[in-house]
């Protein structure tokens, strides 16, 4: 079975209310469908969600970097040939949302060759992974009565809090203010998305002490080296690399520099091949990890559970897995349903990607 096509769909719906967070704001899911055709019919697809504020990407510069010079590199090789698809697009720098597509497309293939869930094959640990939801920028009744919904609604009771506002004090009410309206039961934890100082996020930390806060995440740019060395030295919780540890190298460079000592796995940046590289990479460290969220829709977070819920190490923490519900639509014939705080994976062969024609002729941009 052999690659022999390789099509790339830019597509875009429209989010409810934008979502804003230190690095940016999300109004549109202006995201790629990646479909990977074999000769014997089998079709594996992913999509790939740019993120031009955090990895220099775009929908045009996806679509371009995929047709222009991965798919030539691909036809020919088998979906098994991982190591040689990586060798080929590693040649290139950058673009780790194209090359993550790529990989996860060829996983759905092989679960589907093979009669078995992509999770299964990677690890089959358990079917669903308990789920967090970011919750953004706006003013702290509105962000208390986003995770109410939440909780009341979904049964999802750990919520990721984005900070990074000046002056850093508004961010600190907000998380005060959830912690009471929620109780103690709720988990919470912040992401600073680099928004931050190194002496505001030592600020922040010290007058968030008593919130039973369970990780930070990237509060200051991974940049301020030793500045933040210093400060992950002093956290009472676990620091959590995220956009500064997308590679397995990177990863090293994080935890074993003293600038993390948690990492974030977000499989729309590395992948199934490489999120698990770095997933075994921490479990050798005696690093905690979870699941992160590239702002993806169903397609993406279908993937993110997938690989959630294949190992121990990555389902023992709530994975960031509920941004879709703020799109105003999808493109899955069947929607995903969180329930019971909980988000199954699907059952059937491969990835269980089934795309509804009608609404991706609706909202393709290629047409």
């Known amino acids: 079975m052999k690659i022999v096509q390789v099509e790339t769909i830019p597509f875009a719906i429209p989010y409810a209310r934008p979502l804003k967070f230190a690095s940016g704001e999300v109004h549109t899911a202006d995201h ?131 900070v990074g506002r000046r002056p850093y004090r508004e961010d600190v009410a907000a998380c005060r203010a959830l912690r009471e309206a929620l109780g103690p039961d709720v988990e919470l934890y912040i992401d600073g998305n680099r928004g931050w100082t190194v002496s505001e996020s030592a600020r922040a930390l010290r007058e968030m002490a008593d919130l039973g806060l369970t990780f930070a995440e990237e509060l200051c740019p991974a940049d301020d080296v030793l500045g933040r060395r210093w400060l992950v030295a002093q956290s009472p919780v676990l620091f959590i690399a995220d956009e500064s540890a997308t590679r397995t190298g990177e990863v090293t460079r994080e935890l074993l520099g003293g600038s993390a000592t948690a990492i974030s796995i977000k499989t729309a940046r590395t992948g199934f091949t490489a999120s698990q590289r770095i997933l075994h990479e921490c ?73 509804d024609p009608d609404k991706l002729a609706r909202y393709r941009q290629d047409r």
């Not at 994975?319 to 899955?332: K, V």
């Open 283 to 355: 479990e050798g460290l005696g690093v905690e990890v979870v699941m992160g969220n590239q702002i993806d829709g169903q397609i993406g977070s279908l993937c993110s559970a997938a690989f959630g819920a294949a190992h121990r190490a990555s389902s023992r923490h709530a994975g960031e897995l509920s941004n879709f519900l703020g799109m105003t639509d999808d493109l899955l014939t069947e929607p995903l349903s969180i329930e019971n705080g909980t988000l199954r994976v699907r059952e059937g062969a491969g990835l269980g990607i089934d795309i």
């Open 32 to 162: 790629v469908l990646v479909r990977v055709h074999t000769d014997e019919g089998l079709v594996g697809t992913a999509e790939a969600p740019p993120r031009p504020y955090t990895y220099g990407e775009t929908q045009e510069s996806i679509v371009a970097v995929i047709e222009k010079i991965f798919a030539p590199q691909l036809l020919g090789l088998t979906p098994l040939e991982r190591e040689a698809v990586h060798e080929r697009l590693d040649r290139t720098v950058g673009n780790p949302a194209a090359k993550a597509a790529l990989d996860m497309a060829l996983w759905d293939i092989l679960g589907q060759a093979a009669g078995l869930p992509v999770s299964a094959l990677l690890g089959g640990y358990t079917d669903r992974v308990r789920v967090s939801h970011m919750v953004g920028f706006a003013p702290a009744p509105e962000m208390i009565a986003e995770a109410e919904h939440m909780r009341s609604a979904y049964g999802v009771t750990t919520f990721k809090v984005k």
